[in-house]
């Protein structure tokens, strides 16, 4: 009895004993087998336009659902359009498998069509890079990629395979699964240590990271957070920790700029809890610059260290345990309305939001936007923003009372994930609403994937903002040069561009008509595309440097 099958059949059945759901991906000669394979699974294969965006739609599945998102693509170009999707999910903390073809191994060392060192390339780009020599080699190199993808700090892993292994005959069959890796807890020695800085402490901060908004690690800041109250901050990925019956303790997102109400509540800080922090969502360089802060960092992992950024105690291991043993050591704070400072911010927060309401100008005002939108949608409306100024007015200002329900590019600050993203929440959460913002910017750097969200029926409301230019780079270049240098553009008709690609399309023409039209649009079947002319007006606030109470 011949028990042979291809390579090819080999690595899909690996993916389907993982339990991929979904592949987003774009075919190609080398990597052909491989599609063909898949035919016969249960696997849904997502086509998309470009790979950029394949390995975006990758990235945020990883991040809604925790599980890997798949990305497949062909070799050479295919796997080079990678590099920006790949780079922003190892950056951001989103687990991502890629699968890349690759010339057959006799041509490796040769001038070939398509041929590139793959591995080479992935290098700065991802978590770890394997190349499958021999079909025998797939099991374990799918196994440990899927075990690296999700193991703390999460990011993308990417598997070279050369055209003339998949064709190749094997006996092997994929085995066995590892078992997710557990972390214990800390010393408790250290867990007393950080309690004593924290009770002794005259104004302590409680700083959510990232890792913060794992379904497990939330549930414990929540509860501490009930238990004894903290006066607490987040970066933008920390969106959602905080629930709506603990807001009162929360002075808002922090990141960018030193010019918050978190900030101000930094600087009055002592004692500063970091929890699954990473530097690269807030340069400790901005906040933390004369290094005069305590810092109790708890997280999976040791910090990357800076000058700035140097804990006094680090807790490490599985962090919702480490959280839970820390909660009960911790004294009982009065009231969080009790700490003058702590209801001074808090309430200079929800007035700025608020002023929105009063805001009736002929365009539309990004705080109108922000409150209007609030005020008319649940908390399991998924909302993603892209990168331009808007993505500054939303993290300041748009609050939300679930994790992964407000997803930003923190890390690269990548334009053109919006669309995409949105795109893969309706994968990752079928039935859920989805809203996505961009500027008309960054729209265009991956707009073409609206074919994709008509051909695959996906339900999701876009907004372009448009004001006709790269507002975000233009601000900081006023504030630099007072002149601009190459950040306008022309106008893009959103309406017929919608059209075009049998979506609906809407244009706001005052801010008035914004609520029936959201209605309206929270109604209808397919991908909507709203365009808003917005008020940019204010937009230079948001770039002063330091915070003026």
Known sequence: MNNKHRAADLLVECLVKHNVQYIFGIPGAKIDAVFDALLDTPIKLVLCRHEQNAAFMAAAYGRIT?????????????????????????????????????????????????????????????????????????????????????????????????????????????????????????????????????????QPVLFLGLEASRSENAAAVRELLKQKRMATIGTYQAAGVVSRELFDCFVGRVGLFKNQRGDALLDAADVILTVGFNPVEYDPEIWNTYREKKIIHLDYDPVD?????????????????????????LKFRSVIHDVPLVHKLHQELEDTLEKGANISNKLMHPLRFIRDLRNNIDDTVIVISDIGTHYMWLARYFFCFNPHHLLFSNGQQTLGVALPWSIAANFACPGKKIIS??????????????????????????????????????????????????VQFGYVDIVKYAESFGAKGIRIKHPDEFVHVLKAAMDTEGPILIEIPIDYSENAILFKDVISL
Not at 305 to 329: F, Q, R, S, W
Request: charged fraction near 20%.
């Open 66 to 202: 925790g599980k890997p998102g798949v990305v497949l693509v062909t070799s050479g170009p295919g796997v080079s359009n990678l590099i920006t999707g790949l780079l922003t999910a190892t950056t951001e903390g989103d687990p991502v498998v890629a699968i890349g073809g690759g010339v057959p191994r006799s041509m490796q060392l040769k001038e070939s069509h398509q041929n590139i060192d793959n591995i080479k390339l992935m290098e700065a780009a991802t978590k770890a890079q394997k190349e499958i020599i021999v079909p025998e080699n797939i099991p374990e190199i799918i196994n440990n990629a899927f075990r690296i993808a999700t193991m703390p700090r999460s990011g993308a892993v990417f598997i070279s395979v050369p055209q003339d292994v998949l064709m190749e005959q094997t006996k092997i069959t994929c085995g066995s699964i590892s078992k997710p890796i557990l972390r214990g807890t800390a010393p408790q020695s250290l867990i007393t240590q950080a309690a004593e800085m924290l009770n002794s402490a005259r």
């Open 305 to 329: 260290i800076h000058n700035t950024y140097v804990p006094d105690l680090e807790i490490m291991g599985d962090i919702a345990l480490n959280l839970e043993k820390l909660t009960p050591l």
């Open 437 to 486: 913002i961009s500027g008309d910017g960054g729209f265009l750097f991956s707009a073409n994937e609206l074919e994709t969200a008509v051909r695959e029926k996906v339900n999701l409301i876009h907004f372009v903002w448009c004001d006709g230019s790269y507002d975000m780079v233009k601000q900081q270049q006023l504030s630099k040069y007072q002149r601009t240098s190459a």
